[in-house]
């Protein structure tokens, strides 16, 4: 028995050949080019000489070269390192290192930072550039052009036999306790979680457009609306960075009837002053994930815009659909809905003793066909993180009479910022690299239209009394993606601590 994930894109080419797949601004590119162009670069992968197994990451925003990349890694079966394109030079650096990446695919308006950390990284061997003209195969000196390659190399025939386990994308999260972590999710973890997405979410057809606002590097747009949407045969319109106005214009043209966003999204377009400037009719459906979405905003956005904002709740670890309200169910406001086919849900408690009475809140824990197979090369983690075959998640939740489950607090301290995990302690370790910092904590803040803003506590080293909010800010900016560094600082004397020094962020929230 084999698996490619490729079989996505394959088997629509095949009943769609002249459907539109992707669409950016004025190209357009159907299904049958989309697919050719996608074997050519596998087929220049194998011309630079990787092997199936070796890892490639794309540090691409949402153009079509991303499905490109993404499909032709499939087909030349080197799993897929999606990386965040807001990465510093430092964190590109460490994601290359640790997934054992032996290329790089980087976009044109990235690619300093991407070429500073691919120098450092000597097992990373190939560097490829992709421009918005794709007529331009020009490249950086020592590095590939992605034009040229895929325009010289010679396809790939066929879908290569890989198993339903084999790996075929490493999503990089974090945690409390320090650096990003690999999860490596495999052909069947991402193929069957498309499938649901199609078939049971939110009923895909060959006629669909949705709009590809949510980051394609992040596993919510890329399994919602890429991978779901090309196994029906529908459209994508790629939107590169979110903003109100283009979106509605991009749904009046393109009659776009799919939106996915993360709640910052429809905040912004519930509040857009001239949202009644354009036609919305063509909406039937949206998703919400990510982050808690606000029960008023919801509920205005269903009633202006006249739709059923199905709200739902995944990890990476989870591929990641996990839980959703459904369309063939009552909706509950405020819930995460119930467990998806074929993943089962328990709550339990500190002892890891399951809780049966509803009501009562503990740590969701997850086990179905959607939970990767481990962090990469992290055994320690992965065997904390996977307990009896039960993927614990971090987060607490209760469940009503009815099944459905209620997010009411996360035990791990991460933060959602605009729909993107900030892990405080990742923060912290930058932050404690500052001369004046003594002590720190980073934990969220309540923010109207991020959900939450990051904030540092810190205590500062004797002599260093003249150091600002500003000079930690601006230290931290210089190191940390755009979404994580903080945007608030609080000087305090010394941090609240328990008896064992340990500092209470409890505390502090209070």
């Given at each position: 028995m084999s698996l490619n994930l490729a079989t996505l894109?394959?088997?629509?080419?095949?009943?769609?050949?002249?459907?539109r797949a992707v669409i950016l601004g004025e190209t357009v590119?159907?299904?049958?080019?989309?697919?050719?162009?996608?074997?050519r670069f596998g087929g220049a992968l194998k011309g630079l000489g990787l092997k199936p197994g070796q890892h490639i990451a794309l540090m691409l925003p949402n153009v079509p070269q991303f499905t490109i990349a993404y499909f032709g890694g499939h087909y030349a079966a080197t799993p897929i390192v999606p990386l965040n394109v807001l990465l510093t030079a430092d964190?590109?650096?460490?994601?290359?290192?640790?997934?054992?990446?032996?290329?790089?695919?980087?976009?044109?308006?990235?690619?300093?930072?991407?070429?500073?950390?691919?120098?450092?990284?000597?097992?990373?061997?190939?560097?490829?550039?992709?421009?918005?003209?794709?007529?331009?195969?020009?490249?950086?000196?020592?590095?590939?052009?992605?034009?040229?390659?895929?325009?010289?190399?010679?396809?790939?025939?066929?879908?290569?036999?890989t198993m339903p386990d084999d790996t075929a994308v490493v999503l990089y999260t974090s945690g409390t306790t320090g650096r990003p972590k690999g999860a490596e999710l495999t052909h069947f973890n991402l193929f069957f979680n498309a499938h649901f997405a199609r078939t049971m979410l939110l009923l895909y057809t060959p006629s669909d457009v949705a709009l590809a606002t949510l980051p394609l590097f992040h596993s919510f747009g890329q399994t919602v609306i890429q991978n779901g949407v090309l196994a029906a045969g529908g459209s994508i319109v790629?939107?590169?960075?979110?903003?109100?106005?283009?979106?509605?214009?991009?749904?009046?043209?393109?009659?776009?009837?799919?939106?996915?966003?993360?709640?910052?999204?429809?905040?912004?377009?519930?509040?857009?002053?001239?949202?009644?400037?354009?036609?919305?009719?063509?909406?039937?459906?949206?998703?919400?994930?990510?982050?808690?979405?606000?029960?008023?905003?919801?509920?205005?956005?269903?009633?202006?815009?006249?739709?059923?904002?199905?709200?739902?709740?995944g990890l990476s670890e989870t591929s990641p659909i996990a839980s959703f309200n459904v369309l063939d169910k009552p909706k509950k406001a405020g819930s995460i809905g119930l467990p998806i086919w074929g993943v089962d849900f328990k709550l339990v408690d500190d002892q890891n003793k399951t809780i049966v009475d509803p009501m009562v809140p503990g740590e969701i824990a997850i086990r179905g066909h959607n939970v990767m197979k481990g962090y990469y090369k992290?055994?320690?983690?992965?065997?904390?993180?996977?307990?009896?075959?039960?993927?614990?998640?971090?987060?607490?939740?209760?469940?009503?009479?009815?099944?459905?489950?209620?997010?009411?607090?996360?035990?791990?301290?991460?933060?959602?910022?605009?729909?993107?995990?900030?892990?405080?302690?990742?923060?912290?370790?930058?932050?404690?690299?500052?001369?004046?910092?003594?002590?720190?904590?980073?934990?969220?803040?309540?923010?109207?239209?991020?959900?939450?803003?990051?904030?540092?506590?810190?205590?500062?080293?004797?002599?260093?009394?003249?150091?600002?909010?500003?000079?930690?800010?601006?230290?931290?900016?210089?190191?940390?993606?755009?979404?994580?560094?903080?945007?608030?600082?609080?000087?305090?004397?010394?941090?609240?601590?328990?008896?064992?020094?340990?500092?209470?962020?409890?505390?502090?929230?209070?």
């Open positions: 894109l394959t088997e629509s080419t095949k009943r769609h050949p002249t459907n590119i159907d299904y049958a080019t989309l697919d050719a162009f996608s074997r964190e590109i650096a460490y994601h290359l290192e640790d997934s054992d990446a032996v290329a790089l695919v980087v976009w044109e308006g990235f690619a300093a930072q991407a070429q500073a950390a691919f120098e450092r990284v000597p097992t990373c061997k190939h560097l490829i550039v992709a421009k918005a003209d794709r007529s331009d195969v020009s490249a950086p000196e020592g590095a590939h052009s992605f034009t040229r390659l895929v325009a010289t190399s010679e396809p790939v025939s066929e879908v290569p036999a790629l939107l590169p960075r979110f903003d109100a106005e283009a979106a509605f214009h991009i749904i009046q043209k393109h009659r776009v009837s799919i939106f996915a966003g993360v709640p910052t999204m429809y905040f912004a377009m519930l509040h857009y002053p001239k949202a009644g400037d354009f036609d919305t009719s063509s909406l039937r459906a949206a998703v919400s994930g990510g982050a808690a979405m606000p029960v008023e905003v919801m509920s205005a956005f269903d009633a202006k815009y006249k739709v059923n904002i199905l709200e739902g709740y992290k055994p320690e983690a992965t065997a904390e993180a996977i307990k009896d075959g039960w993927f614990h998640s971090g987060d607490i939740a209760h469940r009503d009479e009815e099944g459905y489950y209620f997010i009411v607090d996360r035990k791990k301290d991460m933060i959602i910022r605009g729909g993107f995990n900030v892990y405080p302690r990742e923060i912290e370790e930058i932050l404690y690299g500052h001369p004046a910092v003594a002590e720190c904590a980073v934990l969220g803040i309540k923010h109207e239209s991020h959900g939450e803003e990051v904030k540092a506590v810190i205590a500062k080293k004797a002599g260093f009394e003249g150091v600002t909010a500003e000079d930690i800010i601006a230290y931290a900016k210089e190191k940390l993606a755009a979404y994580k560094y903080p945007r608030v600082v609080e000087f305090m004397d010394s941090l609240p601590k328990g008896p064992t020094g340990k500092i209470l962020k409890r505390e502090l929230k209070k």
